[in-house]
């Protein structure tokens, strides 16, 4: 957990005091406050970690208080606060309801079904009316609450829970899972991440807070929950980026204070939307809101030792073992018309790193997509001789098969920390972090992965895979983006992997000179088959394969 | 000199792929530009045509500094880019893809390459891989270019295709247009073109004649395929 | 049960020439535009306070239609100017920021005072096989009908419409042949705009005229287009004019209070059976 700083404390301790400083009025308006940035933090933490969009918060809230309103117009001896947890869970489950499509519906379109869901809601809402809402019974607050500064305090208690909630789930394995989801649910899904259960969790967190801060509104009228608040609501999220406790709190403070103030001005108060909707525009133009952008300027690149060559001449490739780690037998992938792998067999012993190259196309990354379940293929695939048929990406990651993306899928808002630990699946101890930090060539285990360099977040990547102990890697193209020497520095250390961690290694590359470091034999592809396998400078010198780079003639 | 570069630095993402490139292109002419993959020749043309901003550096085209001109502008400014992997629009037919960017009409481009006149109203996505190639440098043509890219035309086409391609530009350059070649198969690029660039991991490492290249294929596979240890 | 089917096809027609719209800016311009709707409520409210003040419905509907083609192209002229790089989502988002902006300006301008709503469309109606058909929906559906045709002869036969499906479908190469992206993006939202006016000025009639509550007629129309998935045109024709006859029949059941929430099942149908296979992420 991160220190907490001394305007942190500053900041709580006139929160707190408020009730004592404000007059009434203005306490009202304070805790209106207080609940309309419980409800932008509900959706930072769904948008700003999960990367999941959600134009209905507003009517989530509304389930909250229609719940506490129910309660309350049948005059049912429940406990206020324990009325306001029945409709925070009653969202809950809404939410997860919400959230079942964005298992498979994305970005725009899961935006127009939780509009659409906001619009059915706002329909049900009018003809349903709020229990109590047409004879206008207000929500009778116990006697402990019924002063407005008692009211205020329970309100700020009910923040300061869910913030510290987010902020401990945002640190946790879940929170850096949601990051991970965000980024790419692939490589979420590479370091054996749940990805449809890490966004349910998203969707349940969020639509409980939502819930949480409908019931604690004590509004009782549909007009308060319309689709055009939740429209509001996620433009003042994204401006701020309401998943930094600061960015929740100044968007609840200003969604209030703007309408106060073009009110006295003797202006609609509407019109603080428009500041919202140019808000929005310029955090998008700008890729982040206020508080996410200043936390990226804030960050120095950070310290990144360059990988030295080691001292005692060229590490020799490992010789491999007798026992097989990875078959692959009769590999075929078809994408629509195109034929990219055909019969594709090989085998990865024990302590062996083994080279697949081929030109451009020749259907390297097909193979890598296919063995670690990411695309479908007609074959068979057996890691350590059991079958992996029928298991998910995830699940092959978390059987001992890890993989390394061709692009740069590093998650740029965890720390270096975070992400080994997310891509071992565990909390690495003081020498095994030391260990990784050290593949990675970086010294502060905090660093944030966006100050790191291209080089610095390969070797990273790498360092994760390994610290999750696999049985086998298939690395594509980790040298990709780096200079010679880098790259020349990184091929002595995977030539190390089976020996220092156990792994066989399976890497695909373009720089021979990195292959014949880090290999001692090697497979080539070519058109989607099998074209040489062998020693790699007896294959690296055949005809064949020499043809298969340069073109025909200048082989012949 | 119709094509003018100096000291360019393109980056892709956060990585800079394009480390401090420059070389021009004159008109009449074809010149090569060769390198195993990822050494940065398609991000190269990606920022000479303003597909990717130039990080640093300078894009002269005929005596104009372009580098921050939009696409549109460097395209109507003469400038064509024949992109990898044969962008035809796939569901428009063969004459509508020769519409797109012609400013003249279809005939040139069908004497040129007469198969595709048989196949006008045929959805481009139907076409062979040889035969979108020449719809896309047909295309390109009907703009009236006088500089021209060309990434990686041969790519998994036939020889005899490849072949026809290959006379097709050094044609085109005989009358008068000036032609950047990239090219993964070294001996076309090199039988077509007067001058050669080499670039590996973002820089440029040999500039001269195509004569010498090819008189010197052991500088072409080390660019290639690194050194290759004696007696393996 | 019939009859009221049939009732339900004026609303049927407006949803599809929405949805048309939808999928024209989708598919051309690479954006999902939640602000349709209210460009569209923008120039009808216009045509409804020059009605108000005594002026003639042929200028009011005439200057009305101006203000939602004006304000479309401005939104699409911005669009183009700060976020033609952006991808699919972040445009999308912008619209959102339209929608609000345009939410605020509506009831700040026009207030929420109830307006006289004209009928564009004479009240009679014609007798087709036993049922009776009012002029309006045939007015409605025609244009639904010559919009659909419209648009398609208009990609098929024009070389503006030429360069709208190569930028579609290879937005890169389309800007490397010289093709005006700018000018043909700003055209496309200025269509659009005019279209929505007219669609929702025919639908006003039969909706409470308020600002926010026709500005969410865009939801009915998504749902329309996600039937074609914000690609085929025949199909979002097809899928307005549905989820207009649901409605329609709908009325005549006990779960006639809920009609105007049906098309969310179509929305969710639709988008659930298109993306069954999308287990990953399109790109990441």
């Given at each position: 957990m991160r220190r907490v700083s001394g305007w942190s404390w500053i900041g709580l301790l006139v929160l707190v005091a408020l009730p004592g400083l404000l007059p009434s009025y203005w306490l009202f308006l304070a805790t209106g406050m207080l609940i309309a940035s419980l409800l932008t933090w509900s959706l930072g933490l769904l948008g700003?970690?999960?990367?999941l969009v959600s134009l209905c918060q507003l009517s989530l809230a509304g389930v909250g208080g229609w719940v506490v309103a129910y309660f309350n117009a049948n005059e049912l001896p429940v406990p206020f606060v324990l009325q306001v947890l029945v409709g925070a869970l009653a969202a809950l489950g809404i939410g997860v309801l919400i959230g079942l499509p964005s298992l498979r519906v994305r970005g725009v379109h899961l935006a127009v079904v939780s509009l659409g869901f906001a619009a059915v809601a706002d329909l049900a809402f009018t003809l349903l009316?709020?229990?109590g809402g047409v004879i206008g019974k207000p929500v009778v607050r116990p006697g402990l609450l019924a002063s407005d500064a008692a009211y205020y305090w329970f309100c700020l208690g009910a923040l300061l829970v869910c913030l510290g909630l987010g902020l401990w789930l945002s640190h946790s394995r879940l929170g850096s899972a949601w990051r991970a989801v965000k980024h790419s649910e692939r490589a979420a899904a590479a370091m054996g991440i749940n990805v449809s259960g890490a966004k349910l969790w998203a969707f349940a967190v969020s639509a409980g807070m939502a819930g949480l801060a409908g019931g604690l509104l004590g509004l009782l009228s549909a007009s308060n929950f319309a689709p055009t608040g939740s429209l509001v609501l996620f433009a003042s999220a994204v401006m701020v980026g309401a998943h930094y406790p600061a960015g929740a709190l100044l968007a609840g403070g200003m969604s209030w204070l703007i309408p106060e103030a073009l009110s006295r001005l003797?202006?609609?108060?509407?019109?603080g939307n428009l500041f919202f909707a140019f808000g929005v525009l310029m955090a998008l133009k700008a890729g982040g809101g206020i508080f996410e952008v200043a936390a990226r300027n804030r960050a120095r690149p950070a310290v990144v030792r360059p990988l030295a060559t080691s001292p005692s001449g060229s590490a020799r490739p490992s010789q491999p073992g007798p026992k097989p780690v990875l078959e692959v037998q009769g590999l075929s992938v078809r994408y629509g018309t195109v034929q990219?792998?055909?019969q594709v067999s090989l085998t990865l012993y024990e302590g062996q790193v083994l080279g697949l190259i081929g030109p451009n196309g020749a259907g390297k990354s097909s193979l890598v997509d296919a063995v670690s379940g990411f695309v479908p293929y007609q074959g068979q695939v057996r890691l350590l001789g059991r079958?992996?048929?029928?298991?998910?990406s995830s699940q092959r990651a978390r059987a001992g098969l890890r993989r390394s993306f061709q692009?740069?899928?590093?998650?740029?808002?965890?720390s270096a920390r975070a992400y080994l630990e997310l891509a071992a699946g565990r909390t690495l101890t003081p020498p095994e972090l030391a260990e990784a930090l050290a593949f990675a060539g970086?010294?502060?285990?905090?660093?944030?992965?966006?100050?790191?360099d291209v080089g610095a977040r390969r070797r990273l990547e790498v360092a994760g895979i390994l610290a999750a102990r696999p049985k086998a890697v298939l690395l594509d193209?980790?040298?990709?983006?780096?200079s010679a020497a880098e790259s020349h520095a990184l091929a002595e250390r995977i030539a190390q992997i089976p020996a220092l961690y156990g792994a066989a290694v399976l890497l695909i590359e373009h720089d021979m000179e990195v292959v014949r470091r880090a290999c001692g034999e090697v497979v080539v592809l070519d058109f989607g088959e099998v074209l040489e396998a062998g020693p790699t400078a007896e294959v690296l010198a055949s005809p064949k394969v020499v043809a298969a780079y340069l073109g025909e003639e200048v082989a012949a | 000199m119709s094509l003018e570069v100096r000291g360019l630095v393109v980056a892709r993402g956060q990585a800079p792929v394009v480390r401090g490139v420059s070389f021009s292109v004159p008109p009449g002419e074809v010149t090569a530009l060769l390198g195993p993959n990822g050494a940065g020749k398609t991000t190269l043309l990606e920022a000479l045509s303003g597909i990717l901003p130039a990080q640093e550096g300078e894009v002269w085209l005929f005596g104009v500094r372009v580098e921050r001109a939009s696409r549109v502008a460097r395209a109507r400014a003469g400038l064509a880019h024949v992109e990898?992997?044969?962008?035809?629009?796939?569901?428009?037919t063969v004459e509508e893809n020769l519409w797109?960017?012609?400013?003249?009409?279809l005939e040139e481009a069908f004497g040129l390459f007469p198969e595709l006149e048989k196949r006008r109203?045929?959805?481009?996505?139907?076409?062979?891989g040889g035969e979108q190639q020449m719809l896309v440098l047909a295309r390109a043509l009907l703009g009236r270019p006088r500089v021209l890219l060309l990434d990686e035309?041969?790519?998994?086409?036939a020889p005899l295709v490849v072949r026809r391609l290959m006379e097709t530009v050094e044609r085109l350059a005989q009358a008068g247009l000036a032609v950047l070649l990239v090219e993964q198969f070294a001996h076309l690029a090199l039988g077509i073109a007067r001058q050669a660039l080499v670039m590996s991991q973002g820089r440029l490492v040999y500039s001269g004649p195509a004569q010498a290249l090819l008189r010197e294929p052991g500088l072409l596979q080390e660019a290639y395929l690194g050194r290759l240890e004696v007696g393996a | 049960m019939l009859q009221a089917a049939l009732a339900g096809l004026l609303s049927g027609g407006a949803y599809a020439l929405l949805a048309v719209c939808l999928v024209l800016l989708y598919r051309m311009t690479g954006t999902l535009n939640f602000a349709l709707g209210a460009t569209g409520v923008f120039g009808t409210f216009v045509m409804f306070s020059l009605h108000e003040r005594g002026g003639p419905l042929g200028l009011a509907v005439g200057l009305g239609l101006l203000a939602s083609v004006g304000i479309g192209g401005l939104l699409g002229w911005a669009m183009a100017r700060?976020?033609?790089?952006?991808?699919l989502q972040v445009r999308s988002s912008v619209t959102i920021a339209y929608l609000i902006a345009l939410l605020t300006l509506g009831f700040w301008i026009f207030g929420t005072n109830p307006k006289p709503v004209p009928h564009l469309v004479g009240f009679g109606g014609v007798e087709l096989l036993g049922l009776r058909v009012p002029f309006a929906t045939l007015v409605t559906l025609g244009l639904a009908a010559l919009l659909a045709l419209g648009v398609a002869l208009f990609l098929q036969r024009t070389r503006a419409g030429v360069w709208l499906r190569a930028l579609a479908e290879r937005p890169t190469a389309a800007e490397l042949l010289g093709v005006p992206v700018q000018a043909l993006t700003v055209g496309v939202w200025a269509f659009a705009g005019g279209v929505s006016a007219l669609a929702v000025m025919l639908i006003a009639p039969n909706r409470s005229p308020e600002f926010g509550v026709l500005s969410l007629l865009v939801l009915p129309a998504m749902a329309g287009a996600l039937v074609g998935l914000f690609r085929s045109f025949p199909l979002a024709l097809v899928g307005g004019l549905g989820i207009g006859l649901i409605e329609g029949v709908a009325s005549?059941?006990?779960i006639a209070p809920y009609r105007q929430a049906l098309w969310f099942l179509v929305m969710l149908a639709a988008l659930l059976w298109s993306q069954r296979k999308e287990v990953w992420d399109a790109a990441r």
């Open positions: 700003g970690l999960a990367g009316n709020f229990p003797g202006l609609s108060q509407n019109l990219a792998l055909t079958p992996l048929e029928g298991l998910a692009q740069d899928r590093t998650i740029p808002e965890l970086l010294e502060d285990p905090e660093a944030p992965l966006y100050a790191l193209e980790p040298a990709a983006g780096l | 990898q992997g044969r962008a035809v629009f796939p569901s428009l797109v960017g012609a400013r003249s009409g109203r045929v959805p481009a996505g139907q076409l062979s035309m041969s790519l998994g086409l | 700060w976020f033609a790089e952006a991808p005549s059941l006990p």
